[in-house]
């Protein structure tokens, strides 16, 4: 068993192997890693999966219950919303809109958060500690409400509720990468790596960063599935995405009204969101155990 | 112990005027004129722009309404809402108890089934009770509570109509405010069935918001309790005959609640994050929905003067389990 430097670092081959090796021992592991990929394929394929386009409206259609419930058709497999807008085509598009979410909040927060940790982990001490404590202030604040708040006044919109949920999630890459640099730093083979002249974005980026990494993808596969879950709180609250997008957290806020008359148009997006958040986490689970050996088993 | 009380505390102020700051900026820094947004669609003449400036302070040197600001909040002024014209201060300590007592069961509800089912699933790990109830845990880990409330209202409310949809009580009772706790005032107006209908309101939304918290903390107590029962005097306990009740209840668990405590005083954030949504859907007057109401509403010194309470209590029990946690664990004190 190596420890997380070397796993990460050394670029042997079959690392790739070594890393299914220990994520495959985790069947929870592999079941959420197939569900995600069928996430992302359903994603992709959205245009040419969806039976119809998200926004079209059969009127004579409206409120028809999935196919196996009486009064359902085969037309609409998992029946109309209100509007008489095909669910599934609606689903499938709004997988889209989840995994765009989820992609471009971890790639701001983490790569914010990184730079900022790296900064943090090198610069004198006085500097770490002004970076910490607004860190620390940014994470005094429930990431919800501050998110809230944020969209409140940019303005509700998918993509400000995004850089909103970026900016809440990215004190956690800030603190994990401060900390693992700071471990890393006073270890001998960066002290060796001064000695021989590296610069210090050498140092940074190519000495003390890769050793860094494995604590951060885990960090990074757990706030991807964050940032589903809030993104979609924020469109059920009406200051995600806007109607008629069909993004999931939005299509529940539309459908509340219709909660006792109609299960089909509040059960089905939530269960979209608790399925995909389920597979990241179980993901994001393997993944810990497989990259870092200190948390292994427990 | 004194001297690390002192540097928690040395800590603790920064962060404090951070959050005044950043609660202070938020209206006057970022895009969106609030006067203007008050007047609404209809507009307002220019004088009356003037005097509202004039009356919110709008007009004067930013770093002066700053110091105007920091001081009303040490002095408990908030400013007044621009809807209800009430002080800020009063509306949040009138609604603050709602979700006080909502939070409260809720975490009482995590407590009392996440701790045992850490322990059981521990005590008998790799087994089916242990891998079912870590699966259940996950799932209530990733469970958007937004959609978890809908669902327990479908089947609770609307199937079998055992519990209401909204609000904390029925409106048939009426009793005056003394606690500000539902369940206390309820239970003290004497009234028939008032107690029983406060009960039956806050079930589901207790069921909502201890969902996640009840989650966290099995996982936690799970991993805390592996890591002890794997420990030297574990098993000296056991060599020396000690029923298993003992050594997993008293020696083992005793040890794990370290980390349960901490990431039980974690939650809090996460209790009022969550208290924001479950009480929007139920309909629960705290500050949660206070918030929302307000966002909507663009009621600005509300926004502003909730977000920096709400902030503050954060704090404040993060110290308070920081300062506990030096009271236990005396290696922390040393750092």
């Known amino acids: 068993m190596s420890d997380a430097a070397q796993n990460t670092a050394a670029a042997r081959p079959g690392r790739l192997r070594e890393f299914w090796f220990y994520f495959s021992e985790n069947r929870g592991a592999v079941i959420g890693f197939y569900v995600f990929l069928a996430f992302v394929v359903m994603a992709a394929g959205a245009d040419i999966l969806a039976p119809y386009s998200p926004t079209e409206q059969f009127r ?13 058709s085969s037309q609409f497999l998992l029946g109309t919303d209100p509007l008489g807008r ?3 085509s609606r689903l499938l598009h709004g997988a889209r809109y989840s995994f765009l979410v989820g992609l471009v909040v971890v790639t701001v927060a983490s790569i914010g958060g990184i730079s900022v940790g790296l900064l943090a982990g090198f610069a004198p001490k006085w500097v770490d500690t002004i970076i910490m404590r607004i860190m620390d202030i940014i994470l005094s604040f429930p990431s919800l409400l501050l998110a809230l708040v944020l969209v409140a006044i940019l303005g509700p919109s998918l993509t400000n509720a995004m850089l909103a949920i970026a900016i809440v999630l990215q004190p956690h890459y800030v603190r994990l990468t401060r900390a693992a640099v700071l471990t890393e730093r006073s270890k001998d083979y960066v002290t060796s790596a001064r000695v021989a002249g590296a610069s210090l974005p050498h140092r940074m980026f190519k000495t003390v960063l890769p050793n860094c990494l494995a604590p951060i993808i885990v960090q990074a596969a757990l706030s991807f599935s964050t940032a589903i879950l809030d993104v979609a709180a924020l469109g059920f609250l009406g200051m995600g995405a806007q109607p008629p997008t069909p993004e999931w957290g939005t299509m529940l806020a539309e459908a509340r009204e219709f909660i006792l008359r109609a299960w089909w148009v509040v059960t089905l997006p939530g269960l979209a969101i608790l399925i995909t958040v389920l597979a990241i986490n179980l993901m994001g689970d393997g993944l810990r155990d497989a990259l870092d050996p200190k948390l292994k088993r427990s | 112990m004194l001297r690390y009380l002192l540097a928690r505390l040395v800590t603790f102020l920064p962060t404090f005027i951070g959050v005044t700051l950043i609660s202070f900026a938020f209206i006057r820094v970022l895009p969106g004129d609030p006067i203007i947004v008050m007047a609404g669609e209809r507009g307002m003449s220019q004088e009356r722009y003037d005097a509202l400036q004039a009356e919110l302070g709008f007009d004067r040197p930013i770093l002066t309404q700053y110091w105007d600001y920091l001081g009303g909040v040490l002095q408990g002024d908030l400013g007044n809402s621009f809807v209800t014209k009430r002080p800020v201060w009063d509306e949040f300590f009138a609604l603050f108890p709602a979700t006080l007592e909502l939070s409260i069961c809720a975490m009482i509800l995590a407590i009392a089934l996440g701790l045992p089912a850490g322990v059981i699933a521990a005590v008998n790990r790799g087994k089916f009770f242990d891998r079912t109830l870590m699966s259940a845990a996950l799932v209530g880990y990733s469970m958007p509570i937004f959609w978890w409330a809908l669902l327990l209202i479908i089947v609770f409310s609307g ?17 005056d405010d003394v606690t500000g706790f539902m369940l206390i005032d309820s239970a003290l107006s004497g ?11 806050l079930i589901l939304p207790t069921i909502v918001l201890g969902t996640i918290p009840l989650a966290v903390i099995a996982r936690q107590t799970r991993s805390a309790m592996l890591e002890v029962l794997s420990e030297d005097y574990i098993r000296t306990a056991k060599a020396k005959g000690l029923s298993p009740g003992r050594i997993n209840g008293l020696h083992a668990l005793r040890n794990a609640l370290i980390p349960v405590i901490t990431v039980i005083g974690l939650s809090v954030g996460t209790l009022l994050a969550g208290a924001i949504l479950t009480e929007t859907i139920f309909s629960w007057p705290g500050i949660g929905k206070w918030m929302v109401d307000s966002i909507s509403r663009r009621d600005y010194p509300v926004v502003q003067g909730g977000l920096m309470m709400i902030a503050l209590i954060v704090m404040l029990v993060n110290l308070t389990v920081d300062v506990l946690y030096g009271l236990i664990n005396p290696k922390v004190r040393k750092q």
């Open chain 2, 191 to 201: 009234q028939e069935g008032a107690f029983r209908s406060a009960v039956r309101h």
């Open chain 2, 159 to 175: 199937n079998l109509g055992w519990t209401p949809v909204s609000g904390r009580i029925d409106l048939l009772y009426f009793f």
């Open chain 1, 86 to 88: 095909d669910m599934l």
């Open chain 1, 60 to 72: 004579e259609h409206t409120l028809v219950p999935p196919f196996w419930q009486d009064g359902g």
